[in-house]
């Protein structure tokens, strides 16, 4: 067992492993169906016959499941973990927050289901059938009691940034969805306004809900395994607040030369140059995780990388020129990979690697499984964002020439595409291991002579006066 492990871990353990086996059972469902999609786009006729599994609902039921089953249960997990260690003591509610992981799970089952029998809503990020939505609303804030409760019952007064951002994530989703399903789908706004609460629904899933979840972890994880204090924690506070003022307001980047006004998507540039502050702030505090050799440093890095070059890629592709040449393109889907893939994703794995030993107070099982995941993840997100930029920029690059026809279109990116494929093969290979490695440590007796794989410093994070 490591060091730092408490009672308090063993007290909570209940709800938490229920959270990560489920998100780790839907990485893997998703990755199945993601490998499908990426067929397709290079071999139209791949499965056609099967109505359940044309490209509209592969996808859709791949991202339904990536986001709302691995993010979600994971970020949720996490989230209820350093919030419950930051309160010195064991969760409470736990009653709750296993009732609610289990309706969430069946609320994503249902929308699966859904989906996959044309009941899909056809908007991004936002799959779910509208009947399955109230379920997600409520179940999610059962399980947001817990770790709200451990918000405000804390024993140590001190407010940390691990704890503004799991809290905000817990408090935003639920208003988000509700703001998304009453003018989506209760009264439904008309015209444009559509594709304006679509696109705000999904850049604040991103911005102030997936990004405060990794980055609640990240900020936890970073001092207690480097064992350092954070070294300019005073623009903590100022970076946490410009994510929360600032990031739904990008949304409109999406809509640069649509039937909207103007104003919209220039606001969204103007914002996404604002929030690169949030990133100065984020890299000033977390550079030390790019020093560590610790497996869960390894993923964290990995991460806050790919969370800079995603803003500065945002940022970038807001401007008018930019994005006449970039929009519609297999571009909008490497950056939407690069932030939920590369960013959310490998930070919840380095806090997945961080956690579960002191969760269940024992070691990994394998640690070549550990440096299997490690290698096989790396490579193939950056083989599969890769190969999506430069299919992007060929497909851009010929939708701009009048003599280009699409059979020559397809042709020139269908290499590219392959390799997104294999990238995502090497993806779904190492995301088996993970959860083979998850499941023999999580299910096996505690052998107290064997040594820990991590045995991180003493904690260390400073507290905002």
């Excluded at 169906?33 to 109505?51: E, K, N, R």
């Excluded at 908007?123 to 059938?129: E, Q, V």
Aim: overall charge positive; hydrophobic content about 55%.
């Amino acid at each position: 067992m490591s060091s730092e492990w408490t009672p308090n871990d063993a007290a909570s353990r209940g709800p938490l492993l229920l959270l990560l086996a489920s998100g780790l059972l839907w990485l893997v469902v998703s990755g199945g169906l993601a490998i499908i999609a990426s067929v397709q786009l290079h071999d139209p006729a791949f499965l056609t016959d099967c109505s359940i599994l044309t490209y509209g609902r592969v996808s859709t039921l791949s991202e339904t499941a990536f986001v709302y089953g691995w993010l979600a249960n994971t970020g949720l997990a996490l989230a209820l973990w350093v919030l419950g260690r930051l309160a010195g003591e064991p969760l409470r509610a736990q009653n709750w927050a296993i009732a609610g992981a289990v309706l969430w799970n069946i609320g994503v089952t249902v929308a699966l289901a859904g989906v996959a029998t044309g009941d899909a809503t056809g908007f991004t990020l936002l799959g779910l059938p509208s009947y399955v939505q109230l379920l997600m609303f409520f179940s999610y804030g059962a399980i947001a009691v817990s770790g709200l409760l451990a918000w405000s019952g804390r024993l140590r007064k001190a407010s940390y940034a691990s704890h503004w951002y799991a809290a905000t994530a817990l408090f935003v989703f639920p208003w988000i969805l509700s703001i998304a399903h009453v003018m989506l789908f209760m009264a439904p706004v008309r015209g444009v306004l559509q594709a304006i609460i679509a696109g705000w629904y999904a850049q604040s899933v991103w911005t102030l809900w997936l990004a405060p979840l990794s980055l609640s972890v990240a900020y936890y994880v970073v001092p207690k395994v480097t064992g350092r204090v954070l070294p300019s924690y005073a623009y903590a506070a100022p970076g946490f607040w410009c994510l929360i003022f600032i990031g739904g307001l990008t949304g409109g980047r999406h809509l640069v030369g649509g039937p909207v006004p103007a104003w919209i998507p220039s606001v969204a540039v103007v914002s996404c140059l604002l929030l690169l502050f949030h990133t100065f702030a984020v890299t000033l505090n977390l550079r030390g995780a790019f020093l560590g050799k610790a497996v869960a440093l390894r993923f964290v890095s990995f991460g806050i990388g790919a969370y800079i070059v995603g803003a500065i890629a945002d940022a970038v592709t807001s401007f008018h020129g930019v994005a006449a040449r970039t929009q519609f393109t297999y571009v909008d889907e490497a950056q939407r990979q690069l932030a939920l893939y590369a960013t959310v994703s490998t930070i919840l794995f380095g806090g997945i690697y961080y956690a579960l030993p002191l969760i269940t107070g024992k070691a990994w099982f394998s640690r070549r499984l550990v440096r299997t995941h490690l290698v096989l993840a790396g490579s193939g997100i950056l083989l599969l964002v890769g190969s999506l930029c430069l299919a992007g920029l060929v497909q851009s690059h010929d939708l701009l020439d009048p003599q280009v026809e699409f059979e020559d279109i397809f042709q020139h990116t269908r290499p590219w595409l392959v390799t997104a494929t294999l990238a995502r093969v090497i993806l779904l290979v190492g995301n088996m291991a993970f959860l083979a490695n998850f499941h023999l440590t999580a299910c096996r007796t505690p052998d107290i002579s064997r040594p820990a794989s991590f045995r991180p410093p003493a904690a260390m994070e400073t507290p905002v006066t």
